[in-house]
């Protein structure tokens, strides 16, 4: 039989609009199969909420960082399979963003929510900038490198990470929309230590490899490791 051109409605776990994909297939019983699967992979339950299992979690003063790990089998073909993001520290986040238990993903809020039974925990920001980076396309071409002007001042030191405060203005290019004042995580170690010293430098963006945004000082790059938004209740 001919070309069949099937297009499927992906659930997109960190959006809240759906991502149409054009997929032209041999058959109608390959169409038939490759839908179902989506199908079910994206509402097996109708008005449930896609679910993740807590992979990892660490505390960086009053924020948690948690990477959650999308459990469907659909998993290995979706660019949300992880999702790690920053919480605040709480009676409720902190029971609920513990390893191994299982969370629905909510695409409202900041940066998400994860749900356990009746209870949430709403995100504050994002980690992990080259994970979010690598969701959104690839700017075509050989445009120079994008450099701008951060300013910020060094709000509380933990362990071998401080948290920056300020304006960092190239967080919108891995879809951070607060970068006008905004919180950052910055290691304290290597190349980034001059910089806890400064409250001005320029901040680079890279479209593809491992460092994704970073501060610039005299021995390289200093990656930042993520962004949240400086709620109240985090006392920064």
């Not at 030191?157 to 891995?174: Q, Y």
């Not at 000082?217 to 985090?234: H, K, M, N, V």
Request: aromatic fraction near 6%; glycine fraction near 10%; proline fraction near 6%.
């Amino acid at each position: 039989m001919g070309r069949l051109v099937l297009l499927v409605f992906l659930c997109s776990r960190t959006s809240v609009q759906n991502t149409i994909v054009a997929m032209q297939l041999t058959s109608p019983l390959v169409a038939i199969s490759t839908l179902f699967a989506f199908f079910v992979g994206c509402v097996s339950v109708p008005g449930s909420a896609p679910s993740y299992r807590v992979a990892e979690v660490s505390r960086i003063g009053p924020l948690i960082q948690a990477r959650l790990d999308w459990t469907s089998d659909l998993a290995k073909i979706s660019s949300d399979a992880e999702i790690t993001l920053l919480f605040p520290a709480g009676e409720v986040c902190d029971r609920l963003l513990v390893v191994g238990t299982e969370a629905e993903y909510l695409a409202r809020g900041i940066a998400g929510t994860v749900r356990v039974g009746k209870e949430t925990c709403a995100s504050v920001g994002i980690a992990s900038p080259r994970e979010w980076r690598d969701r959104r396309p690839r700017p075509r071409g050989s445009a120079p490198l994008p450099r701008a002007q951060a300013t910020y001042r060094v709000v509380l030191r933990v362990g071998d990470m401080a948290i920056l405060r300020g304006r960092f203005p190239l967080a919108s290019l891995i879809g951070w929309a607060g970068g006008v004042d905004t919180l950052a995580l910055l290691p304290t170690t290597g190349q980034c230590t001059a910089l806890l010293d400064e409250t001005v430098d320029s901040m680079g963006y890279r479209p593809g490899g491992p460092i994704a945004v970073a501060l610039v000082s005299s021995d390289g790059l200093c990656e930042l490791q993520g962004f949240a938004r400086p709620e109240a209740q985090l006392g920064l």
